[in-house]
Structures are given as structure tokens and as C-alpha cells.
């Protein structure tokens, strides 16, 4: 779509499922707010399982420059945290609301969870997220 020959496209809906472009929020700490994104290109998100996609996270982690405060983490959970042209969360990390955008089954096909072009997601440890949900306290602040 143009108009004024401006492309108006939204971004979610400007690359197909199968060439996709995510972010990730890769999460070491809640409390400090210690997060860092990575972002990944050409992404099939109607073949890429959440477990594909973890592994993606993790490789890119290990040997990718400038992750290696991160590279003892242990990240076991997906959770979507903003679709392209979507609300967002007060929070700038996670979504501490919607349990049920966590992605639990990593056999499950990332289209098929509704994720597409531009979305986010938060890559944490679950014992720390359930943790920081009894009490949403950051420690940055003091």
C-alpha cells in the first residue's frame, strides 16, 4: 500500500511468516533490570518450533560478541511481551500479566502461537520470573 508514495505496509504485515524478523529480550535479572535484545532475521515462523527458537537464543548467546554476562543464565521460558502495533506493557522487560502468553510446549509452531513480522519476546528463567511476580520489587532504584 502506498500512499503519497510512502509505504504504509505495517511492519508486521511487511515480511511474510516465512522470512520473519523477532526480538528477543533475553532476561538475567528482574530486579536489576538486566536485560539485553537480540535480534534475529528470517525467521519461518510457520516451521520454527519454540524449542528451535530457544536453541536459536542460546547459540547466539554462546558465541555471539558481548553476551558473556549471559552466558550462565539459565533461560527455559518464552513469553510473548508485544506484537508489532500492539499495547505494551508499563513494565520493560516482561509482562507480568497474561500468564497465558507464556509458551510452555516448545514443540509448538511459532505461527501457530500468533506470533509474526516485528514481535516480541522475553526469553527468562521461570523460578526467577515466578519469584519476581510475588514481588515486583527492582532493586536499580535504591
Same mark, same amino acid.
Given at each position: 500500500?502506498?500512499? #503519497?508514495?510512502? #509505504? #504504509?505496509?505495517?511492519?508486521?504485515?511487511?515480511?511474510?511468516?516465512?522470512?520473519?524478523?523477532?526480538?528477543?529480550?533475553?532476561?538475567?535479572?528482574?530486579?536489576?533490570?538486566?536485560?539485553?535484545? @537480540?535480534? =534475529?532475521?528470517?525467521?519461518? @515462523?510457520?516451521?520454527?518450533?519454540?524449542?528451535?527458537?530457544?536453541?536459536?537464543?542460546?547459540?547466539?548467546?554462546?558465541?555471539?560478541?558481548?553476551?558473556?554476562?549471559?552466558?550462565?543464565?539459565?533461560?527455559?521460558?518464552?513469553? @510473548?511481551?508485544?506484537?508489532?502495533?500492539?499495547?505494551?506493557?508499563?513494565?520493560?522487560?516482561?509482562? =507480568?500479566?497474561?500468564?497465558?502468553?507464556?509458551?510452555?510446549?516448545?514443540?509448538?509452531? @511459532?505461527?501457530?502461537?500468533?506470533?509474526?513480522? !516485528?514481535?516480541?519476546?522475553?526469553?527468562?528463567?521461570?523460578?526467577?520470573?515466578? #519469584?519476581?511476580?510475588?514481588?515486583?520489587?527492582?532493586?536499580? !532504584?535504591?
Amino acid at each position: 500500500m502506498y500512499s #503519497d508514495g510512502i #509505504d #504504509d505496509t505495517p511492519t508486521n504485515l511487511a515480511l511474510p511468516k516465512t522470512d520473519a524478523t523477532l526480538t528477543v529480550r533475553v532476561i538475567k535479572s528482574f530486579e536489576y533490570r538486566t536485560e539485553r535484545s @537480540l535480534v =534475529l532475521h528470517h525467521i519461518n @515462523l510457520q516451521e520454527n518450533t519454540v524449542g528451535q527458537l530457544k536453541d536459536k537464543v542460546r547459540q547466539a548467546i554462546q558465541t555471539q560478541p558481548g553476551w558473556k554476562p549471559y552466558r550462565n543464565a539459565v533461560l527455559d521460558t518464552l513469553k @510473548l511481551y508485544t506484537k508489532a502495533h500492539g499495547a505494551k506493557t508499563t513494565n520493560l522487560i516482561v509482562n =507480568l500479566d497474561h500468564d497465558e502468553w507464556i509458551f510452555d510446549d516448545d514443540s509448538r509452531i @511459532l505461527a501457530d502461537l500468533g506470533l509474526e513480522n !516485528e514481535s516480541e519476546v522475553s526469553f527468562f528463567n521461570r523460578e526467577t520470573y515466578e #519469584d519476581f511476580k510475588e514481588n515486583p520489587a527492582t532493586k536499580w !532504584e535504591s
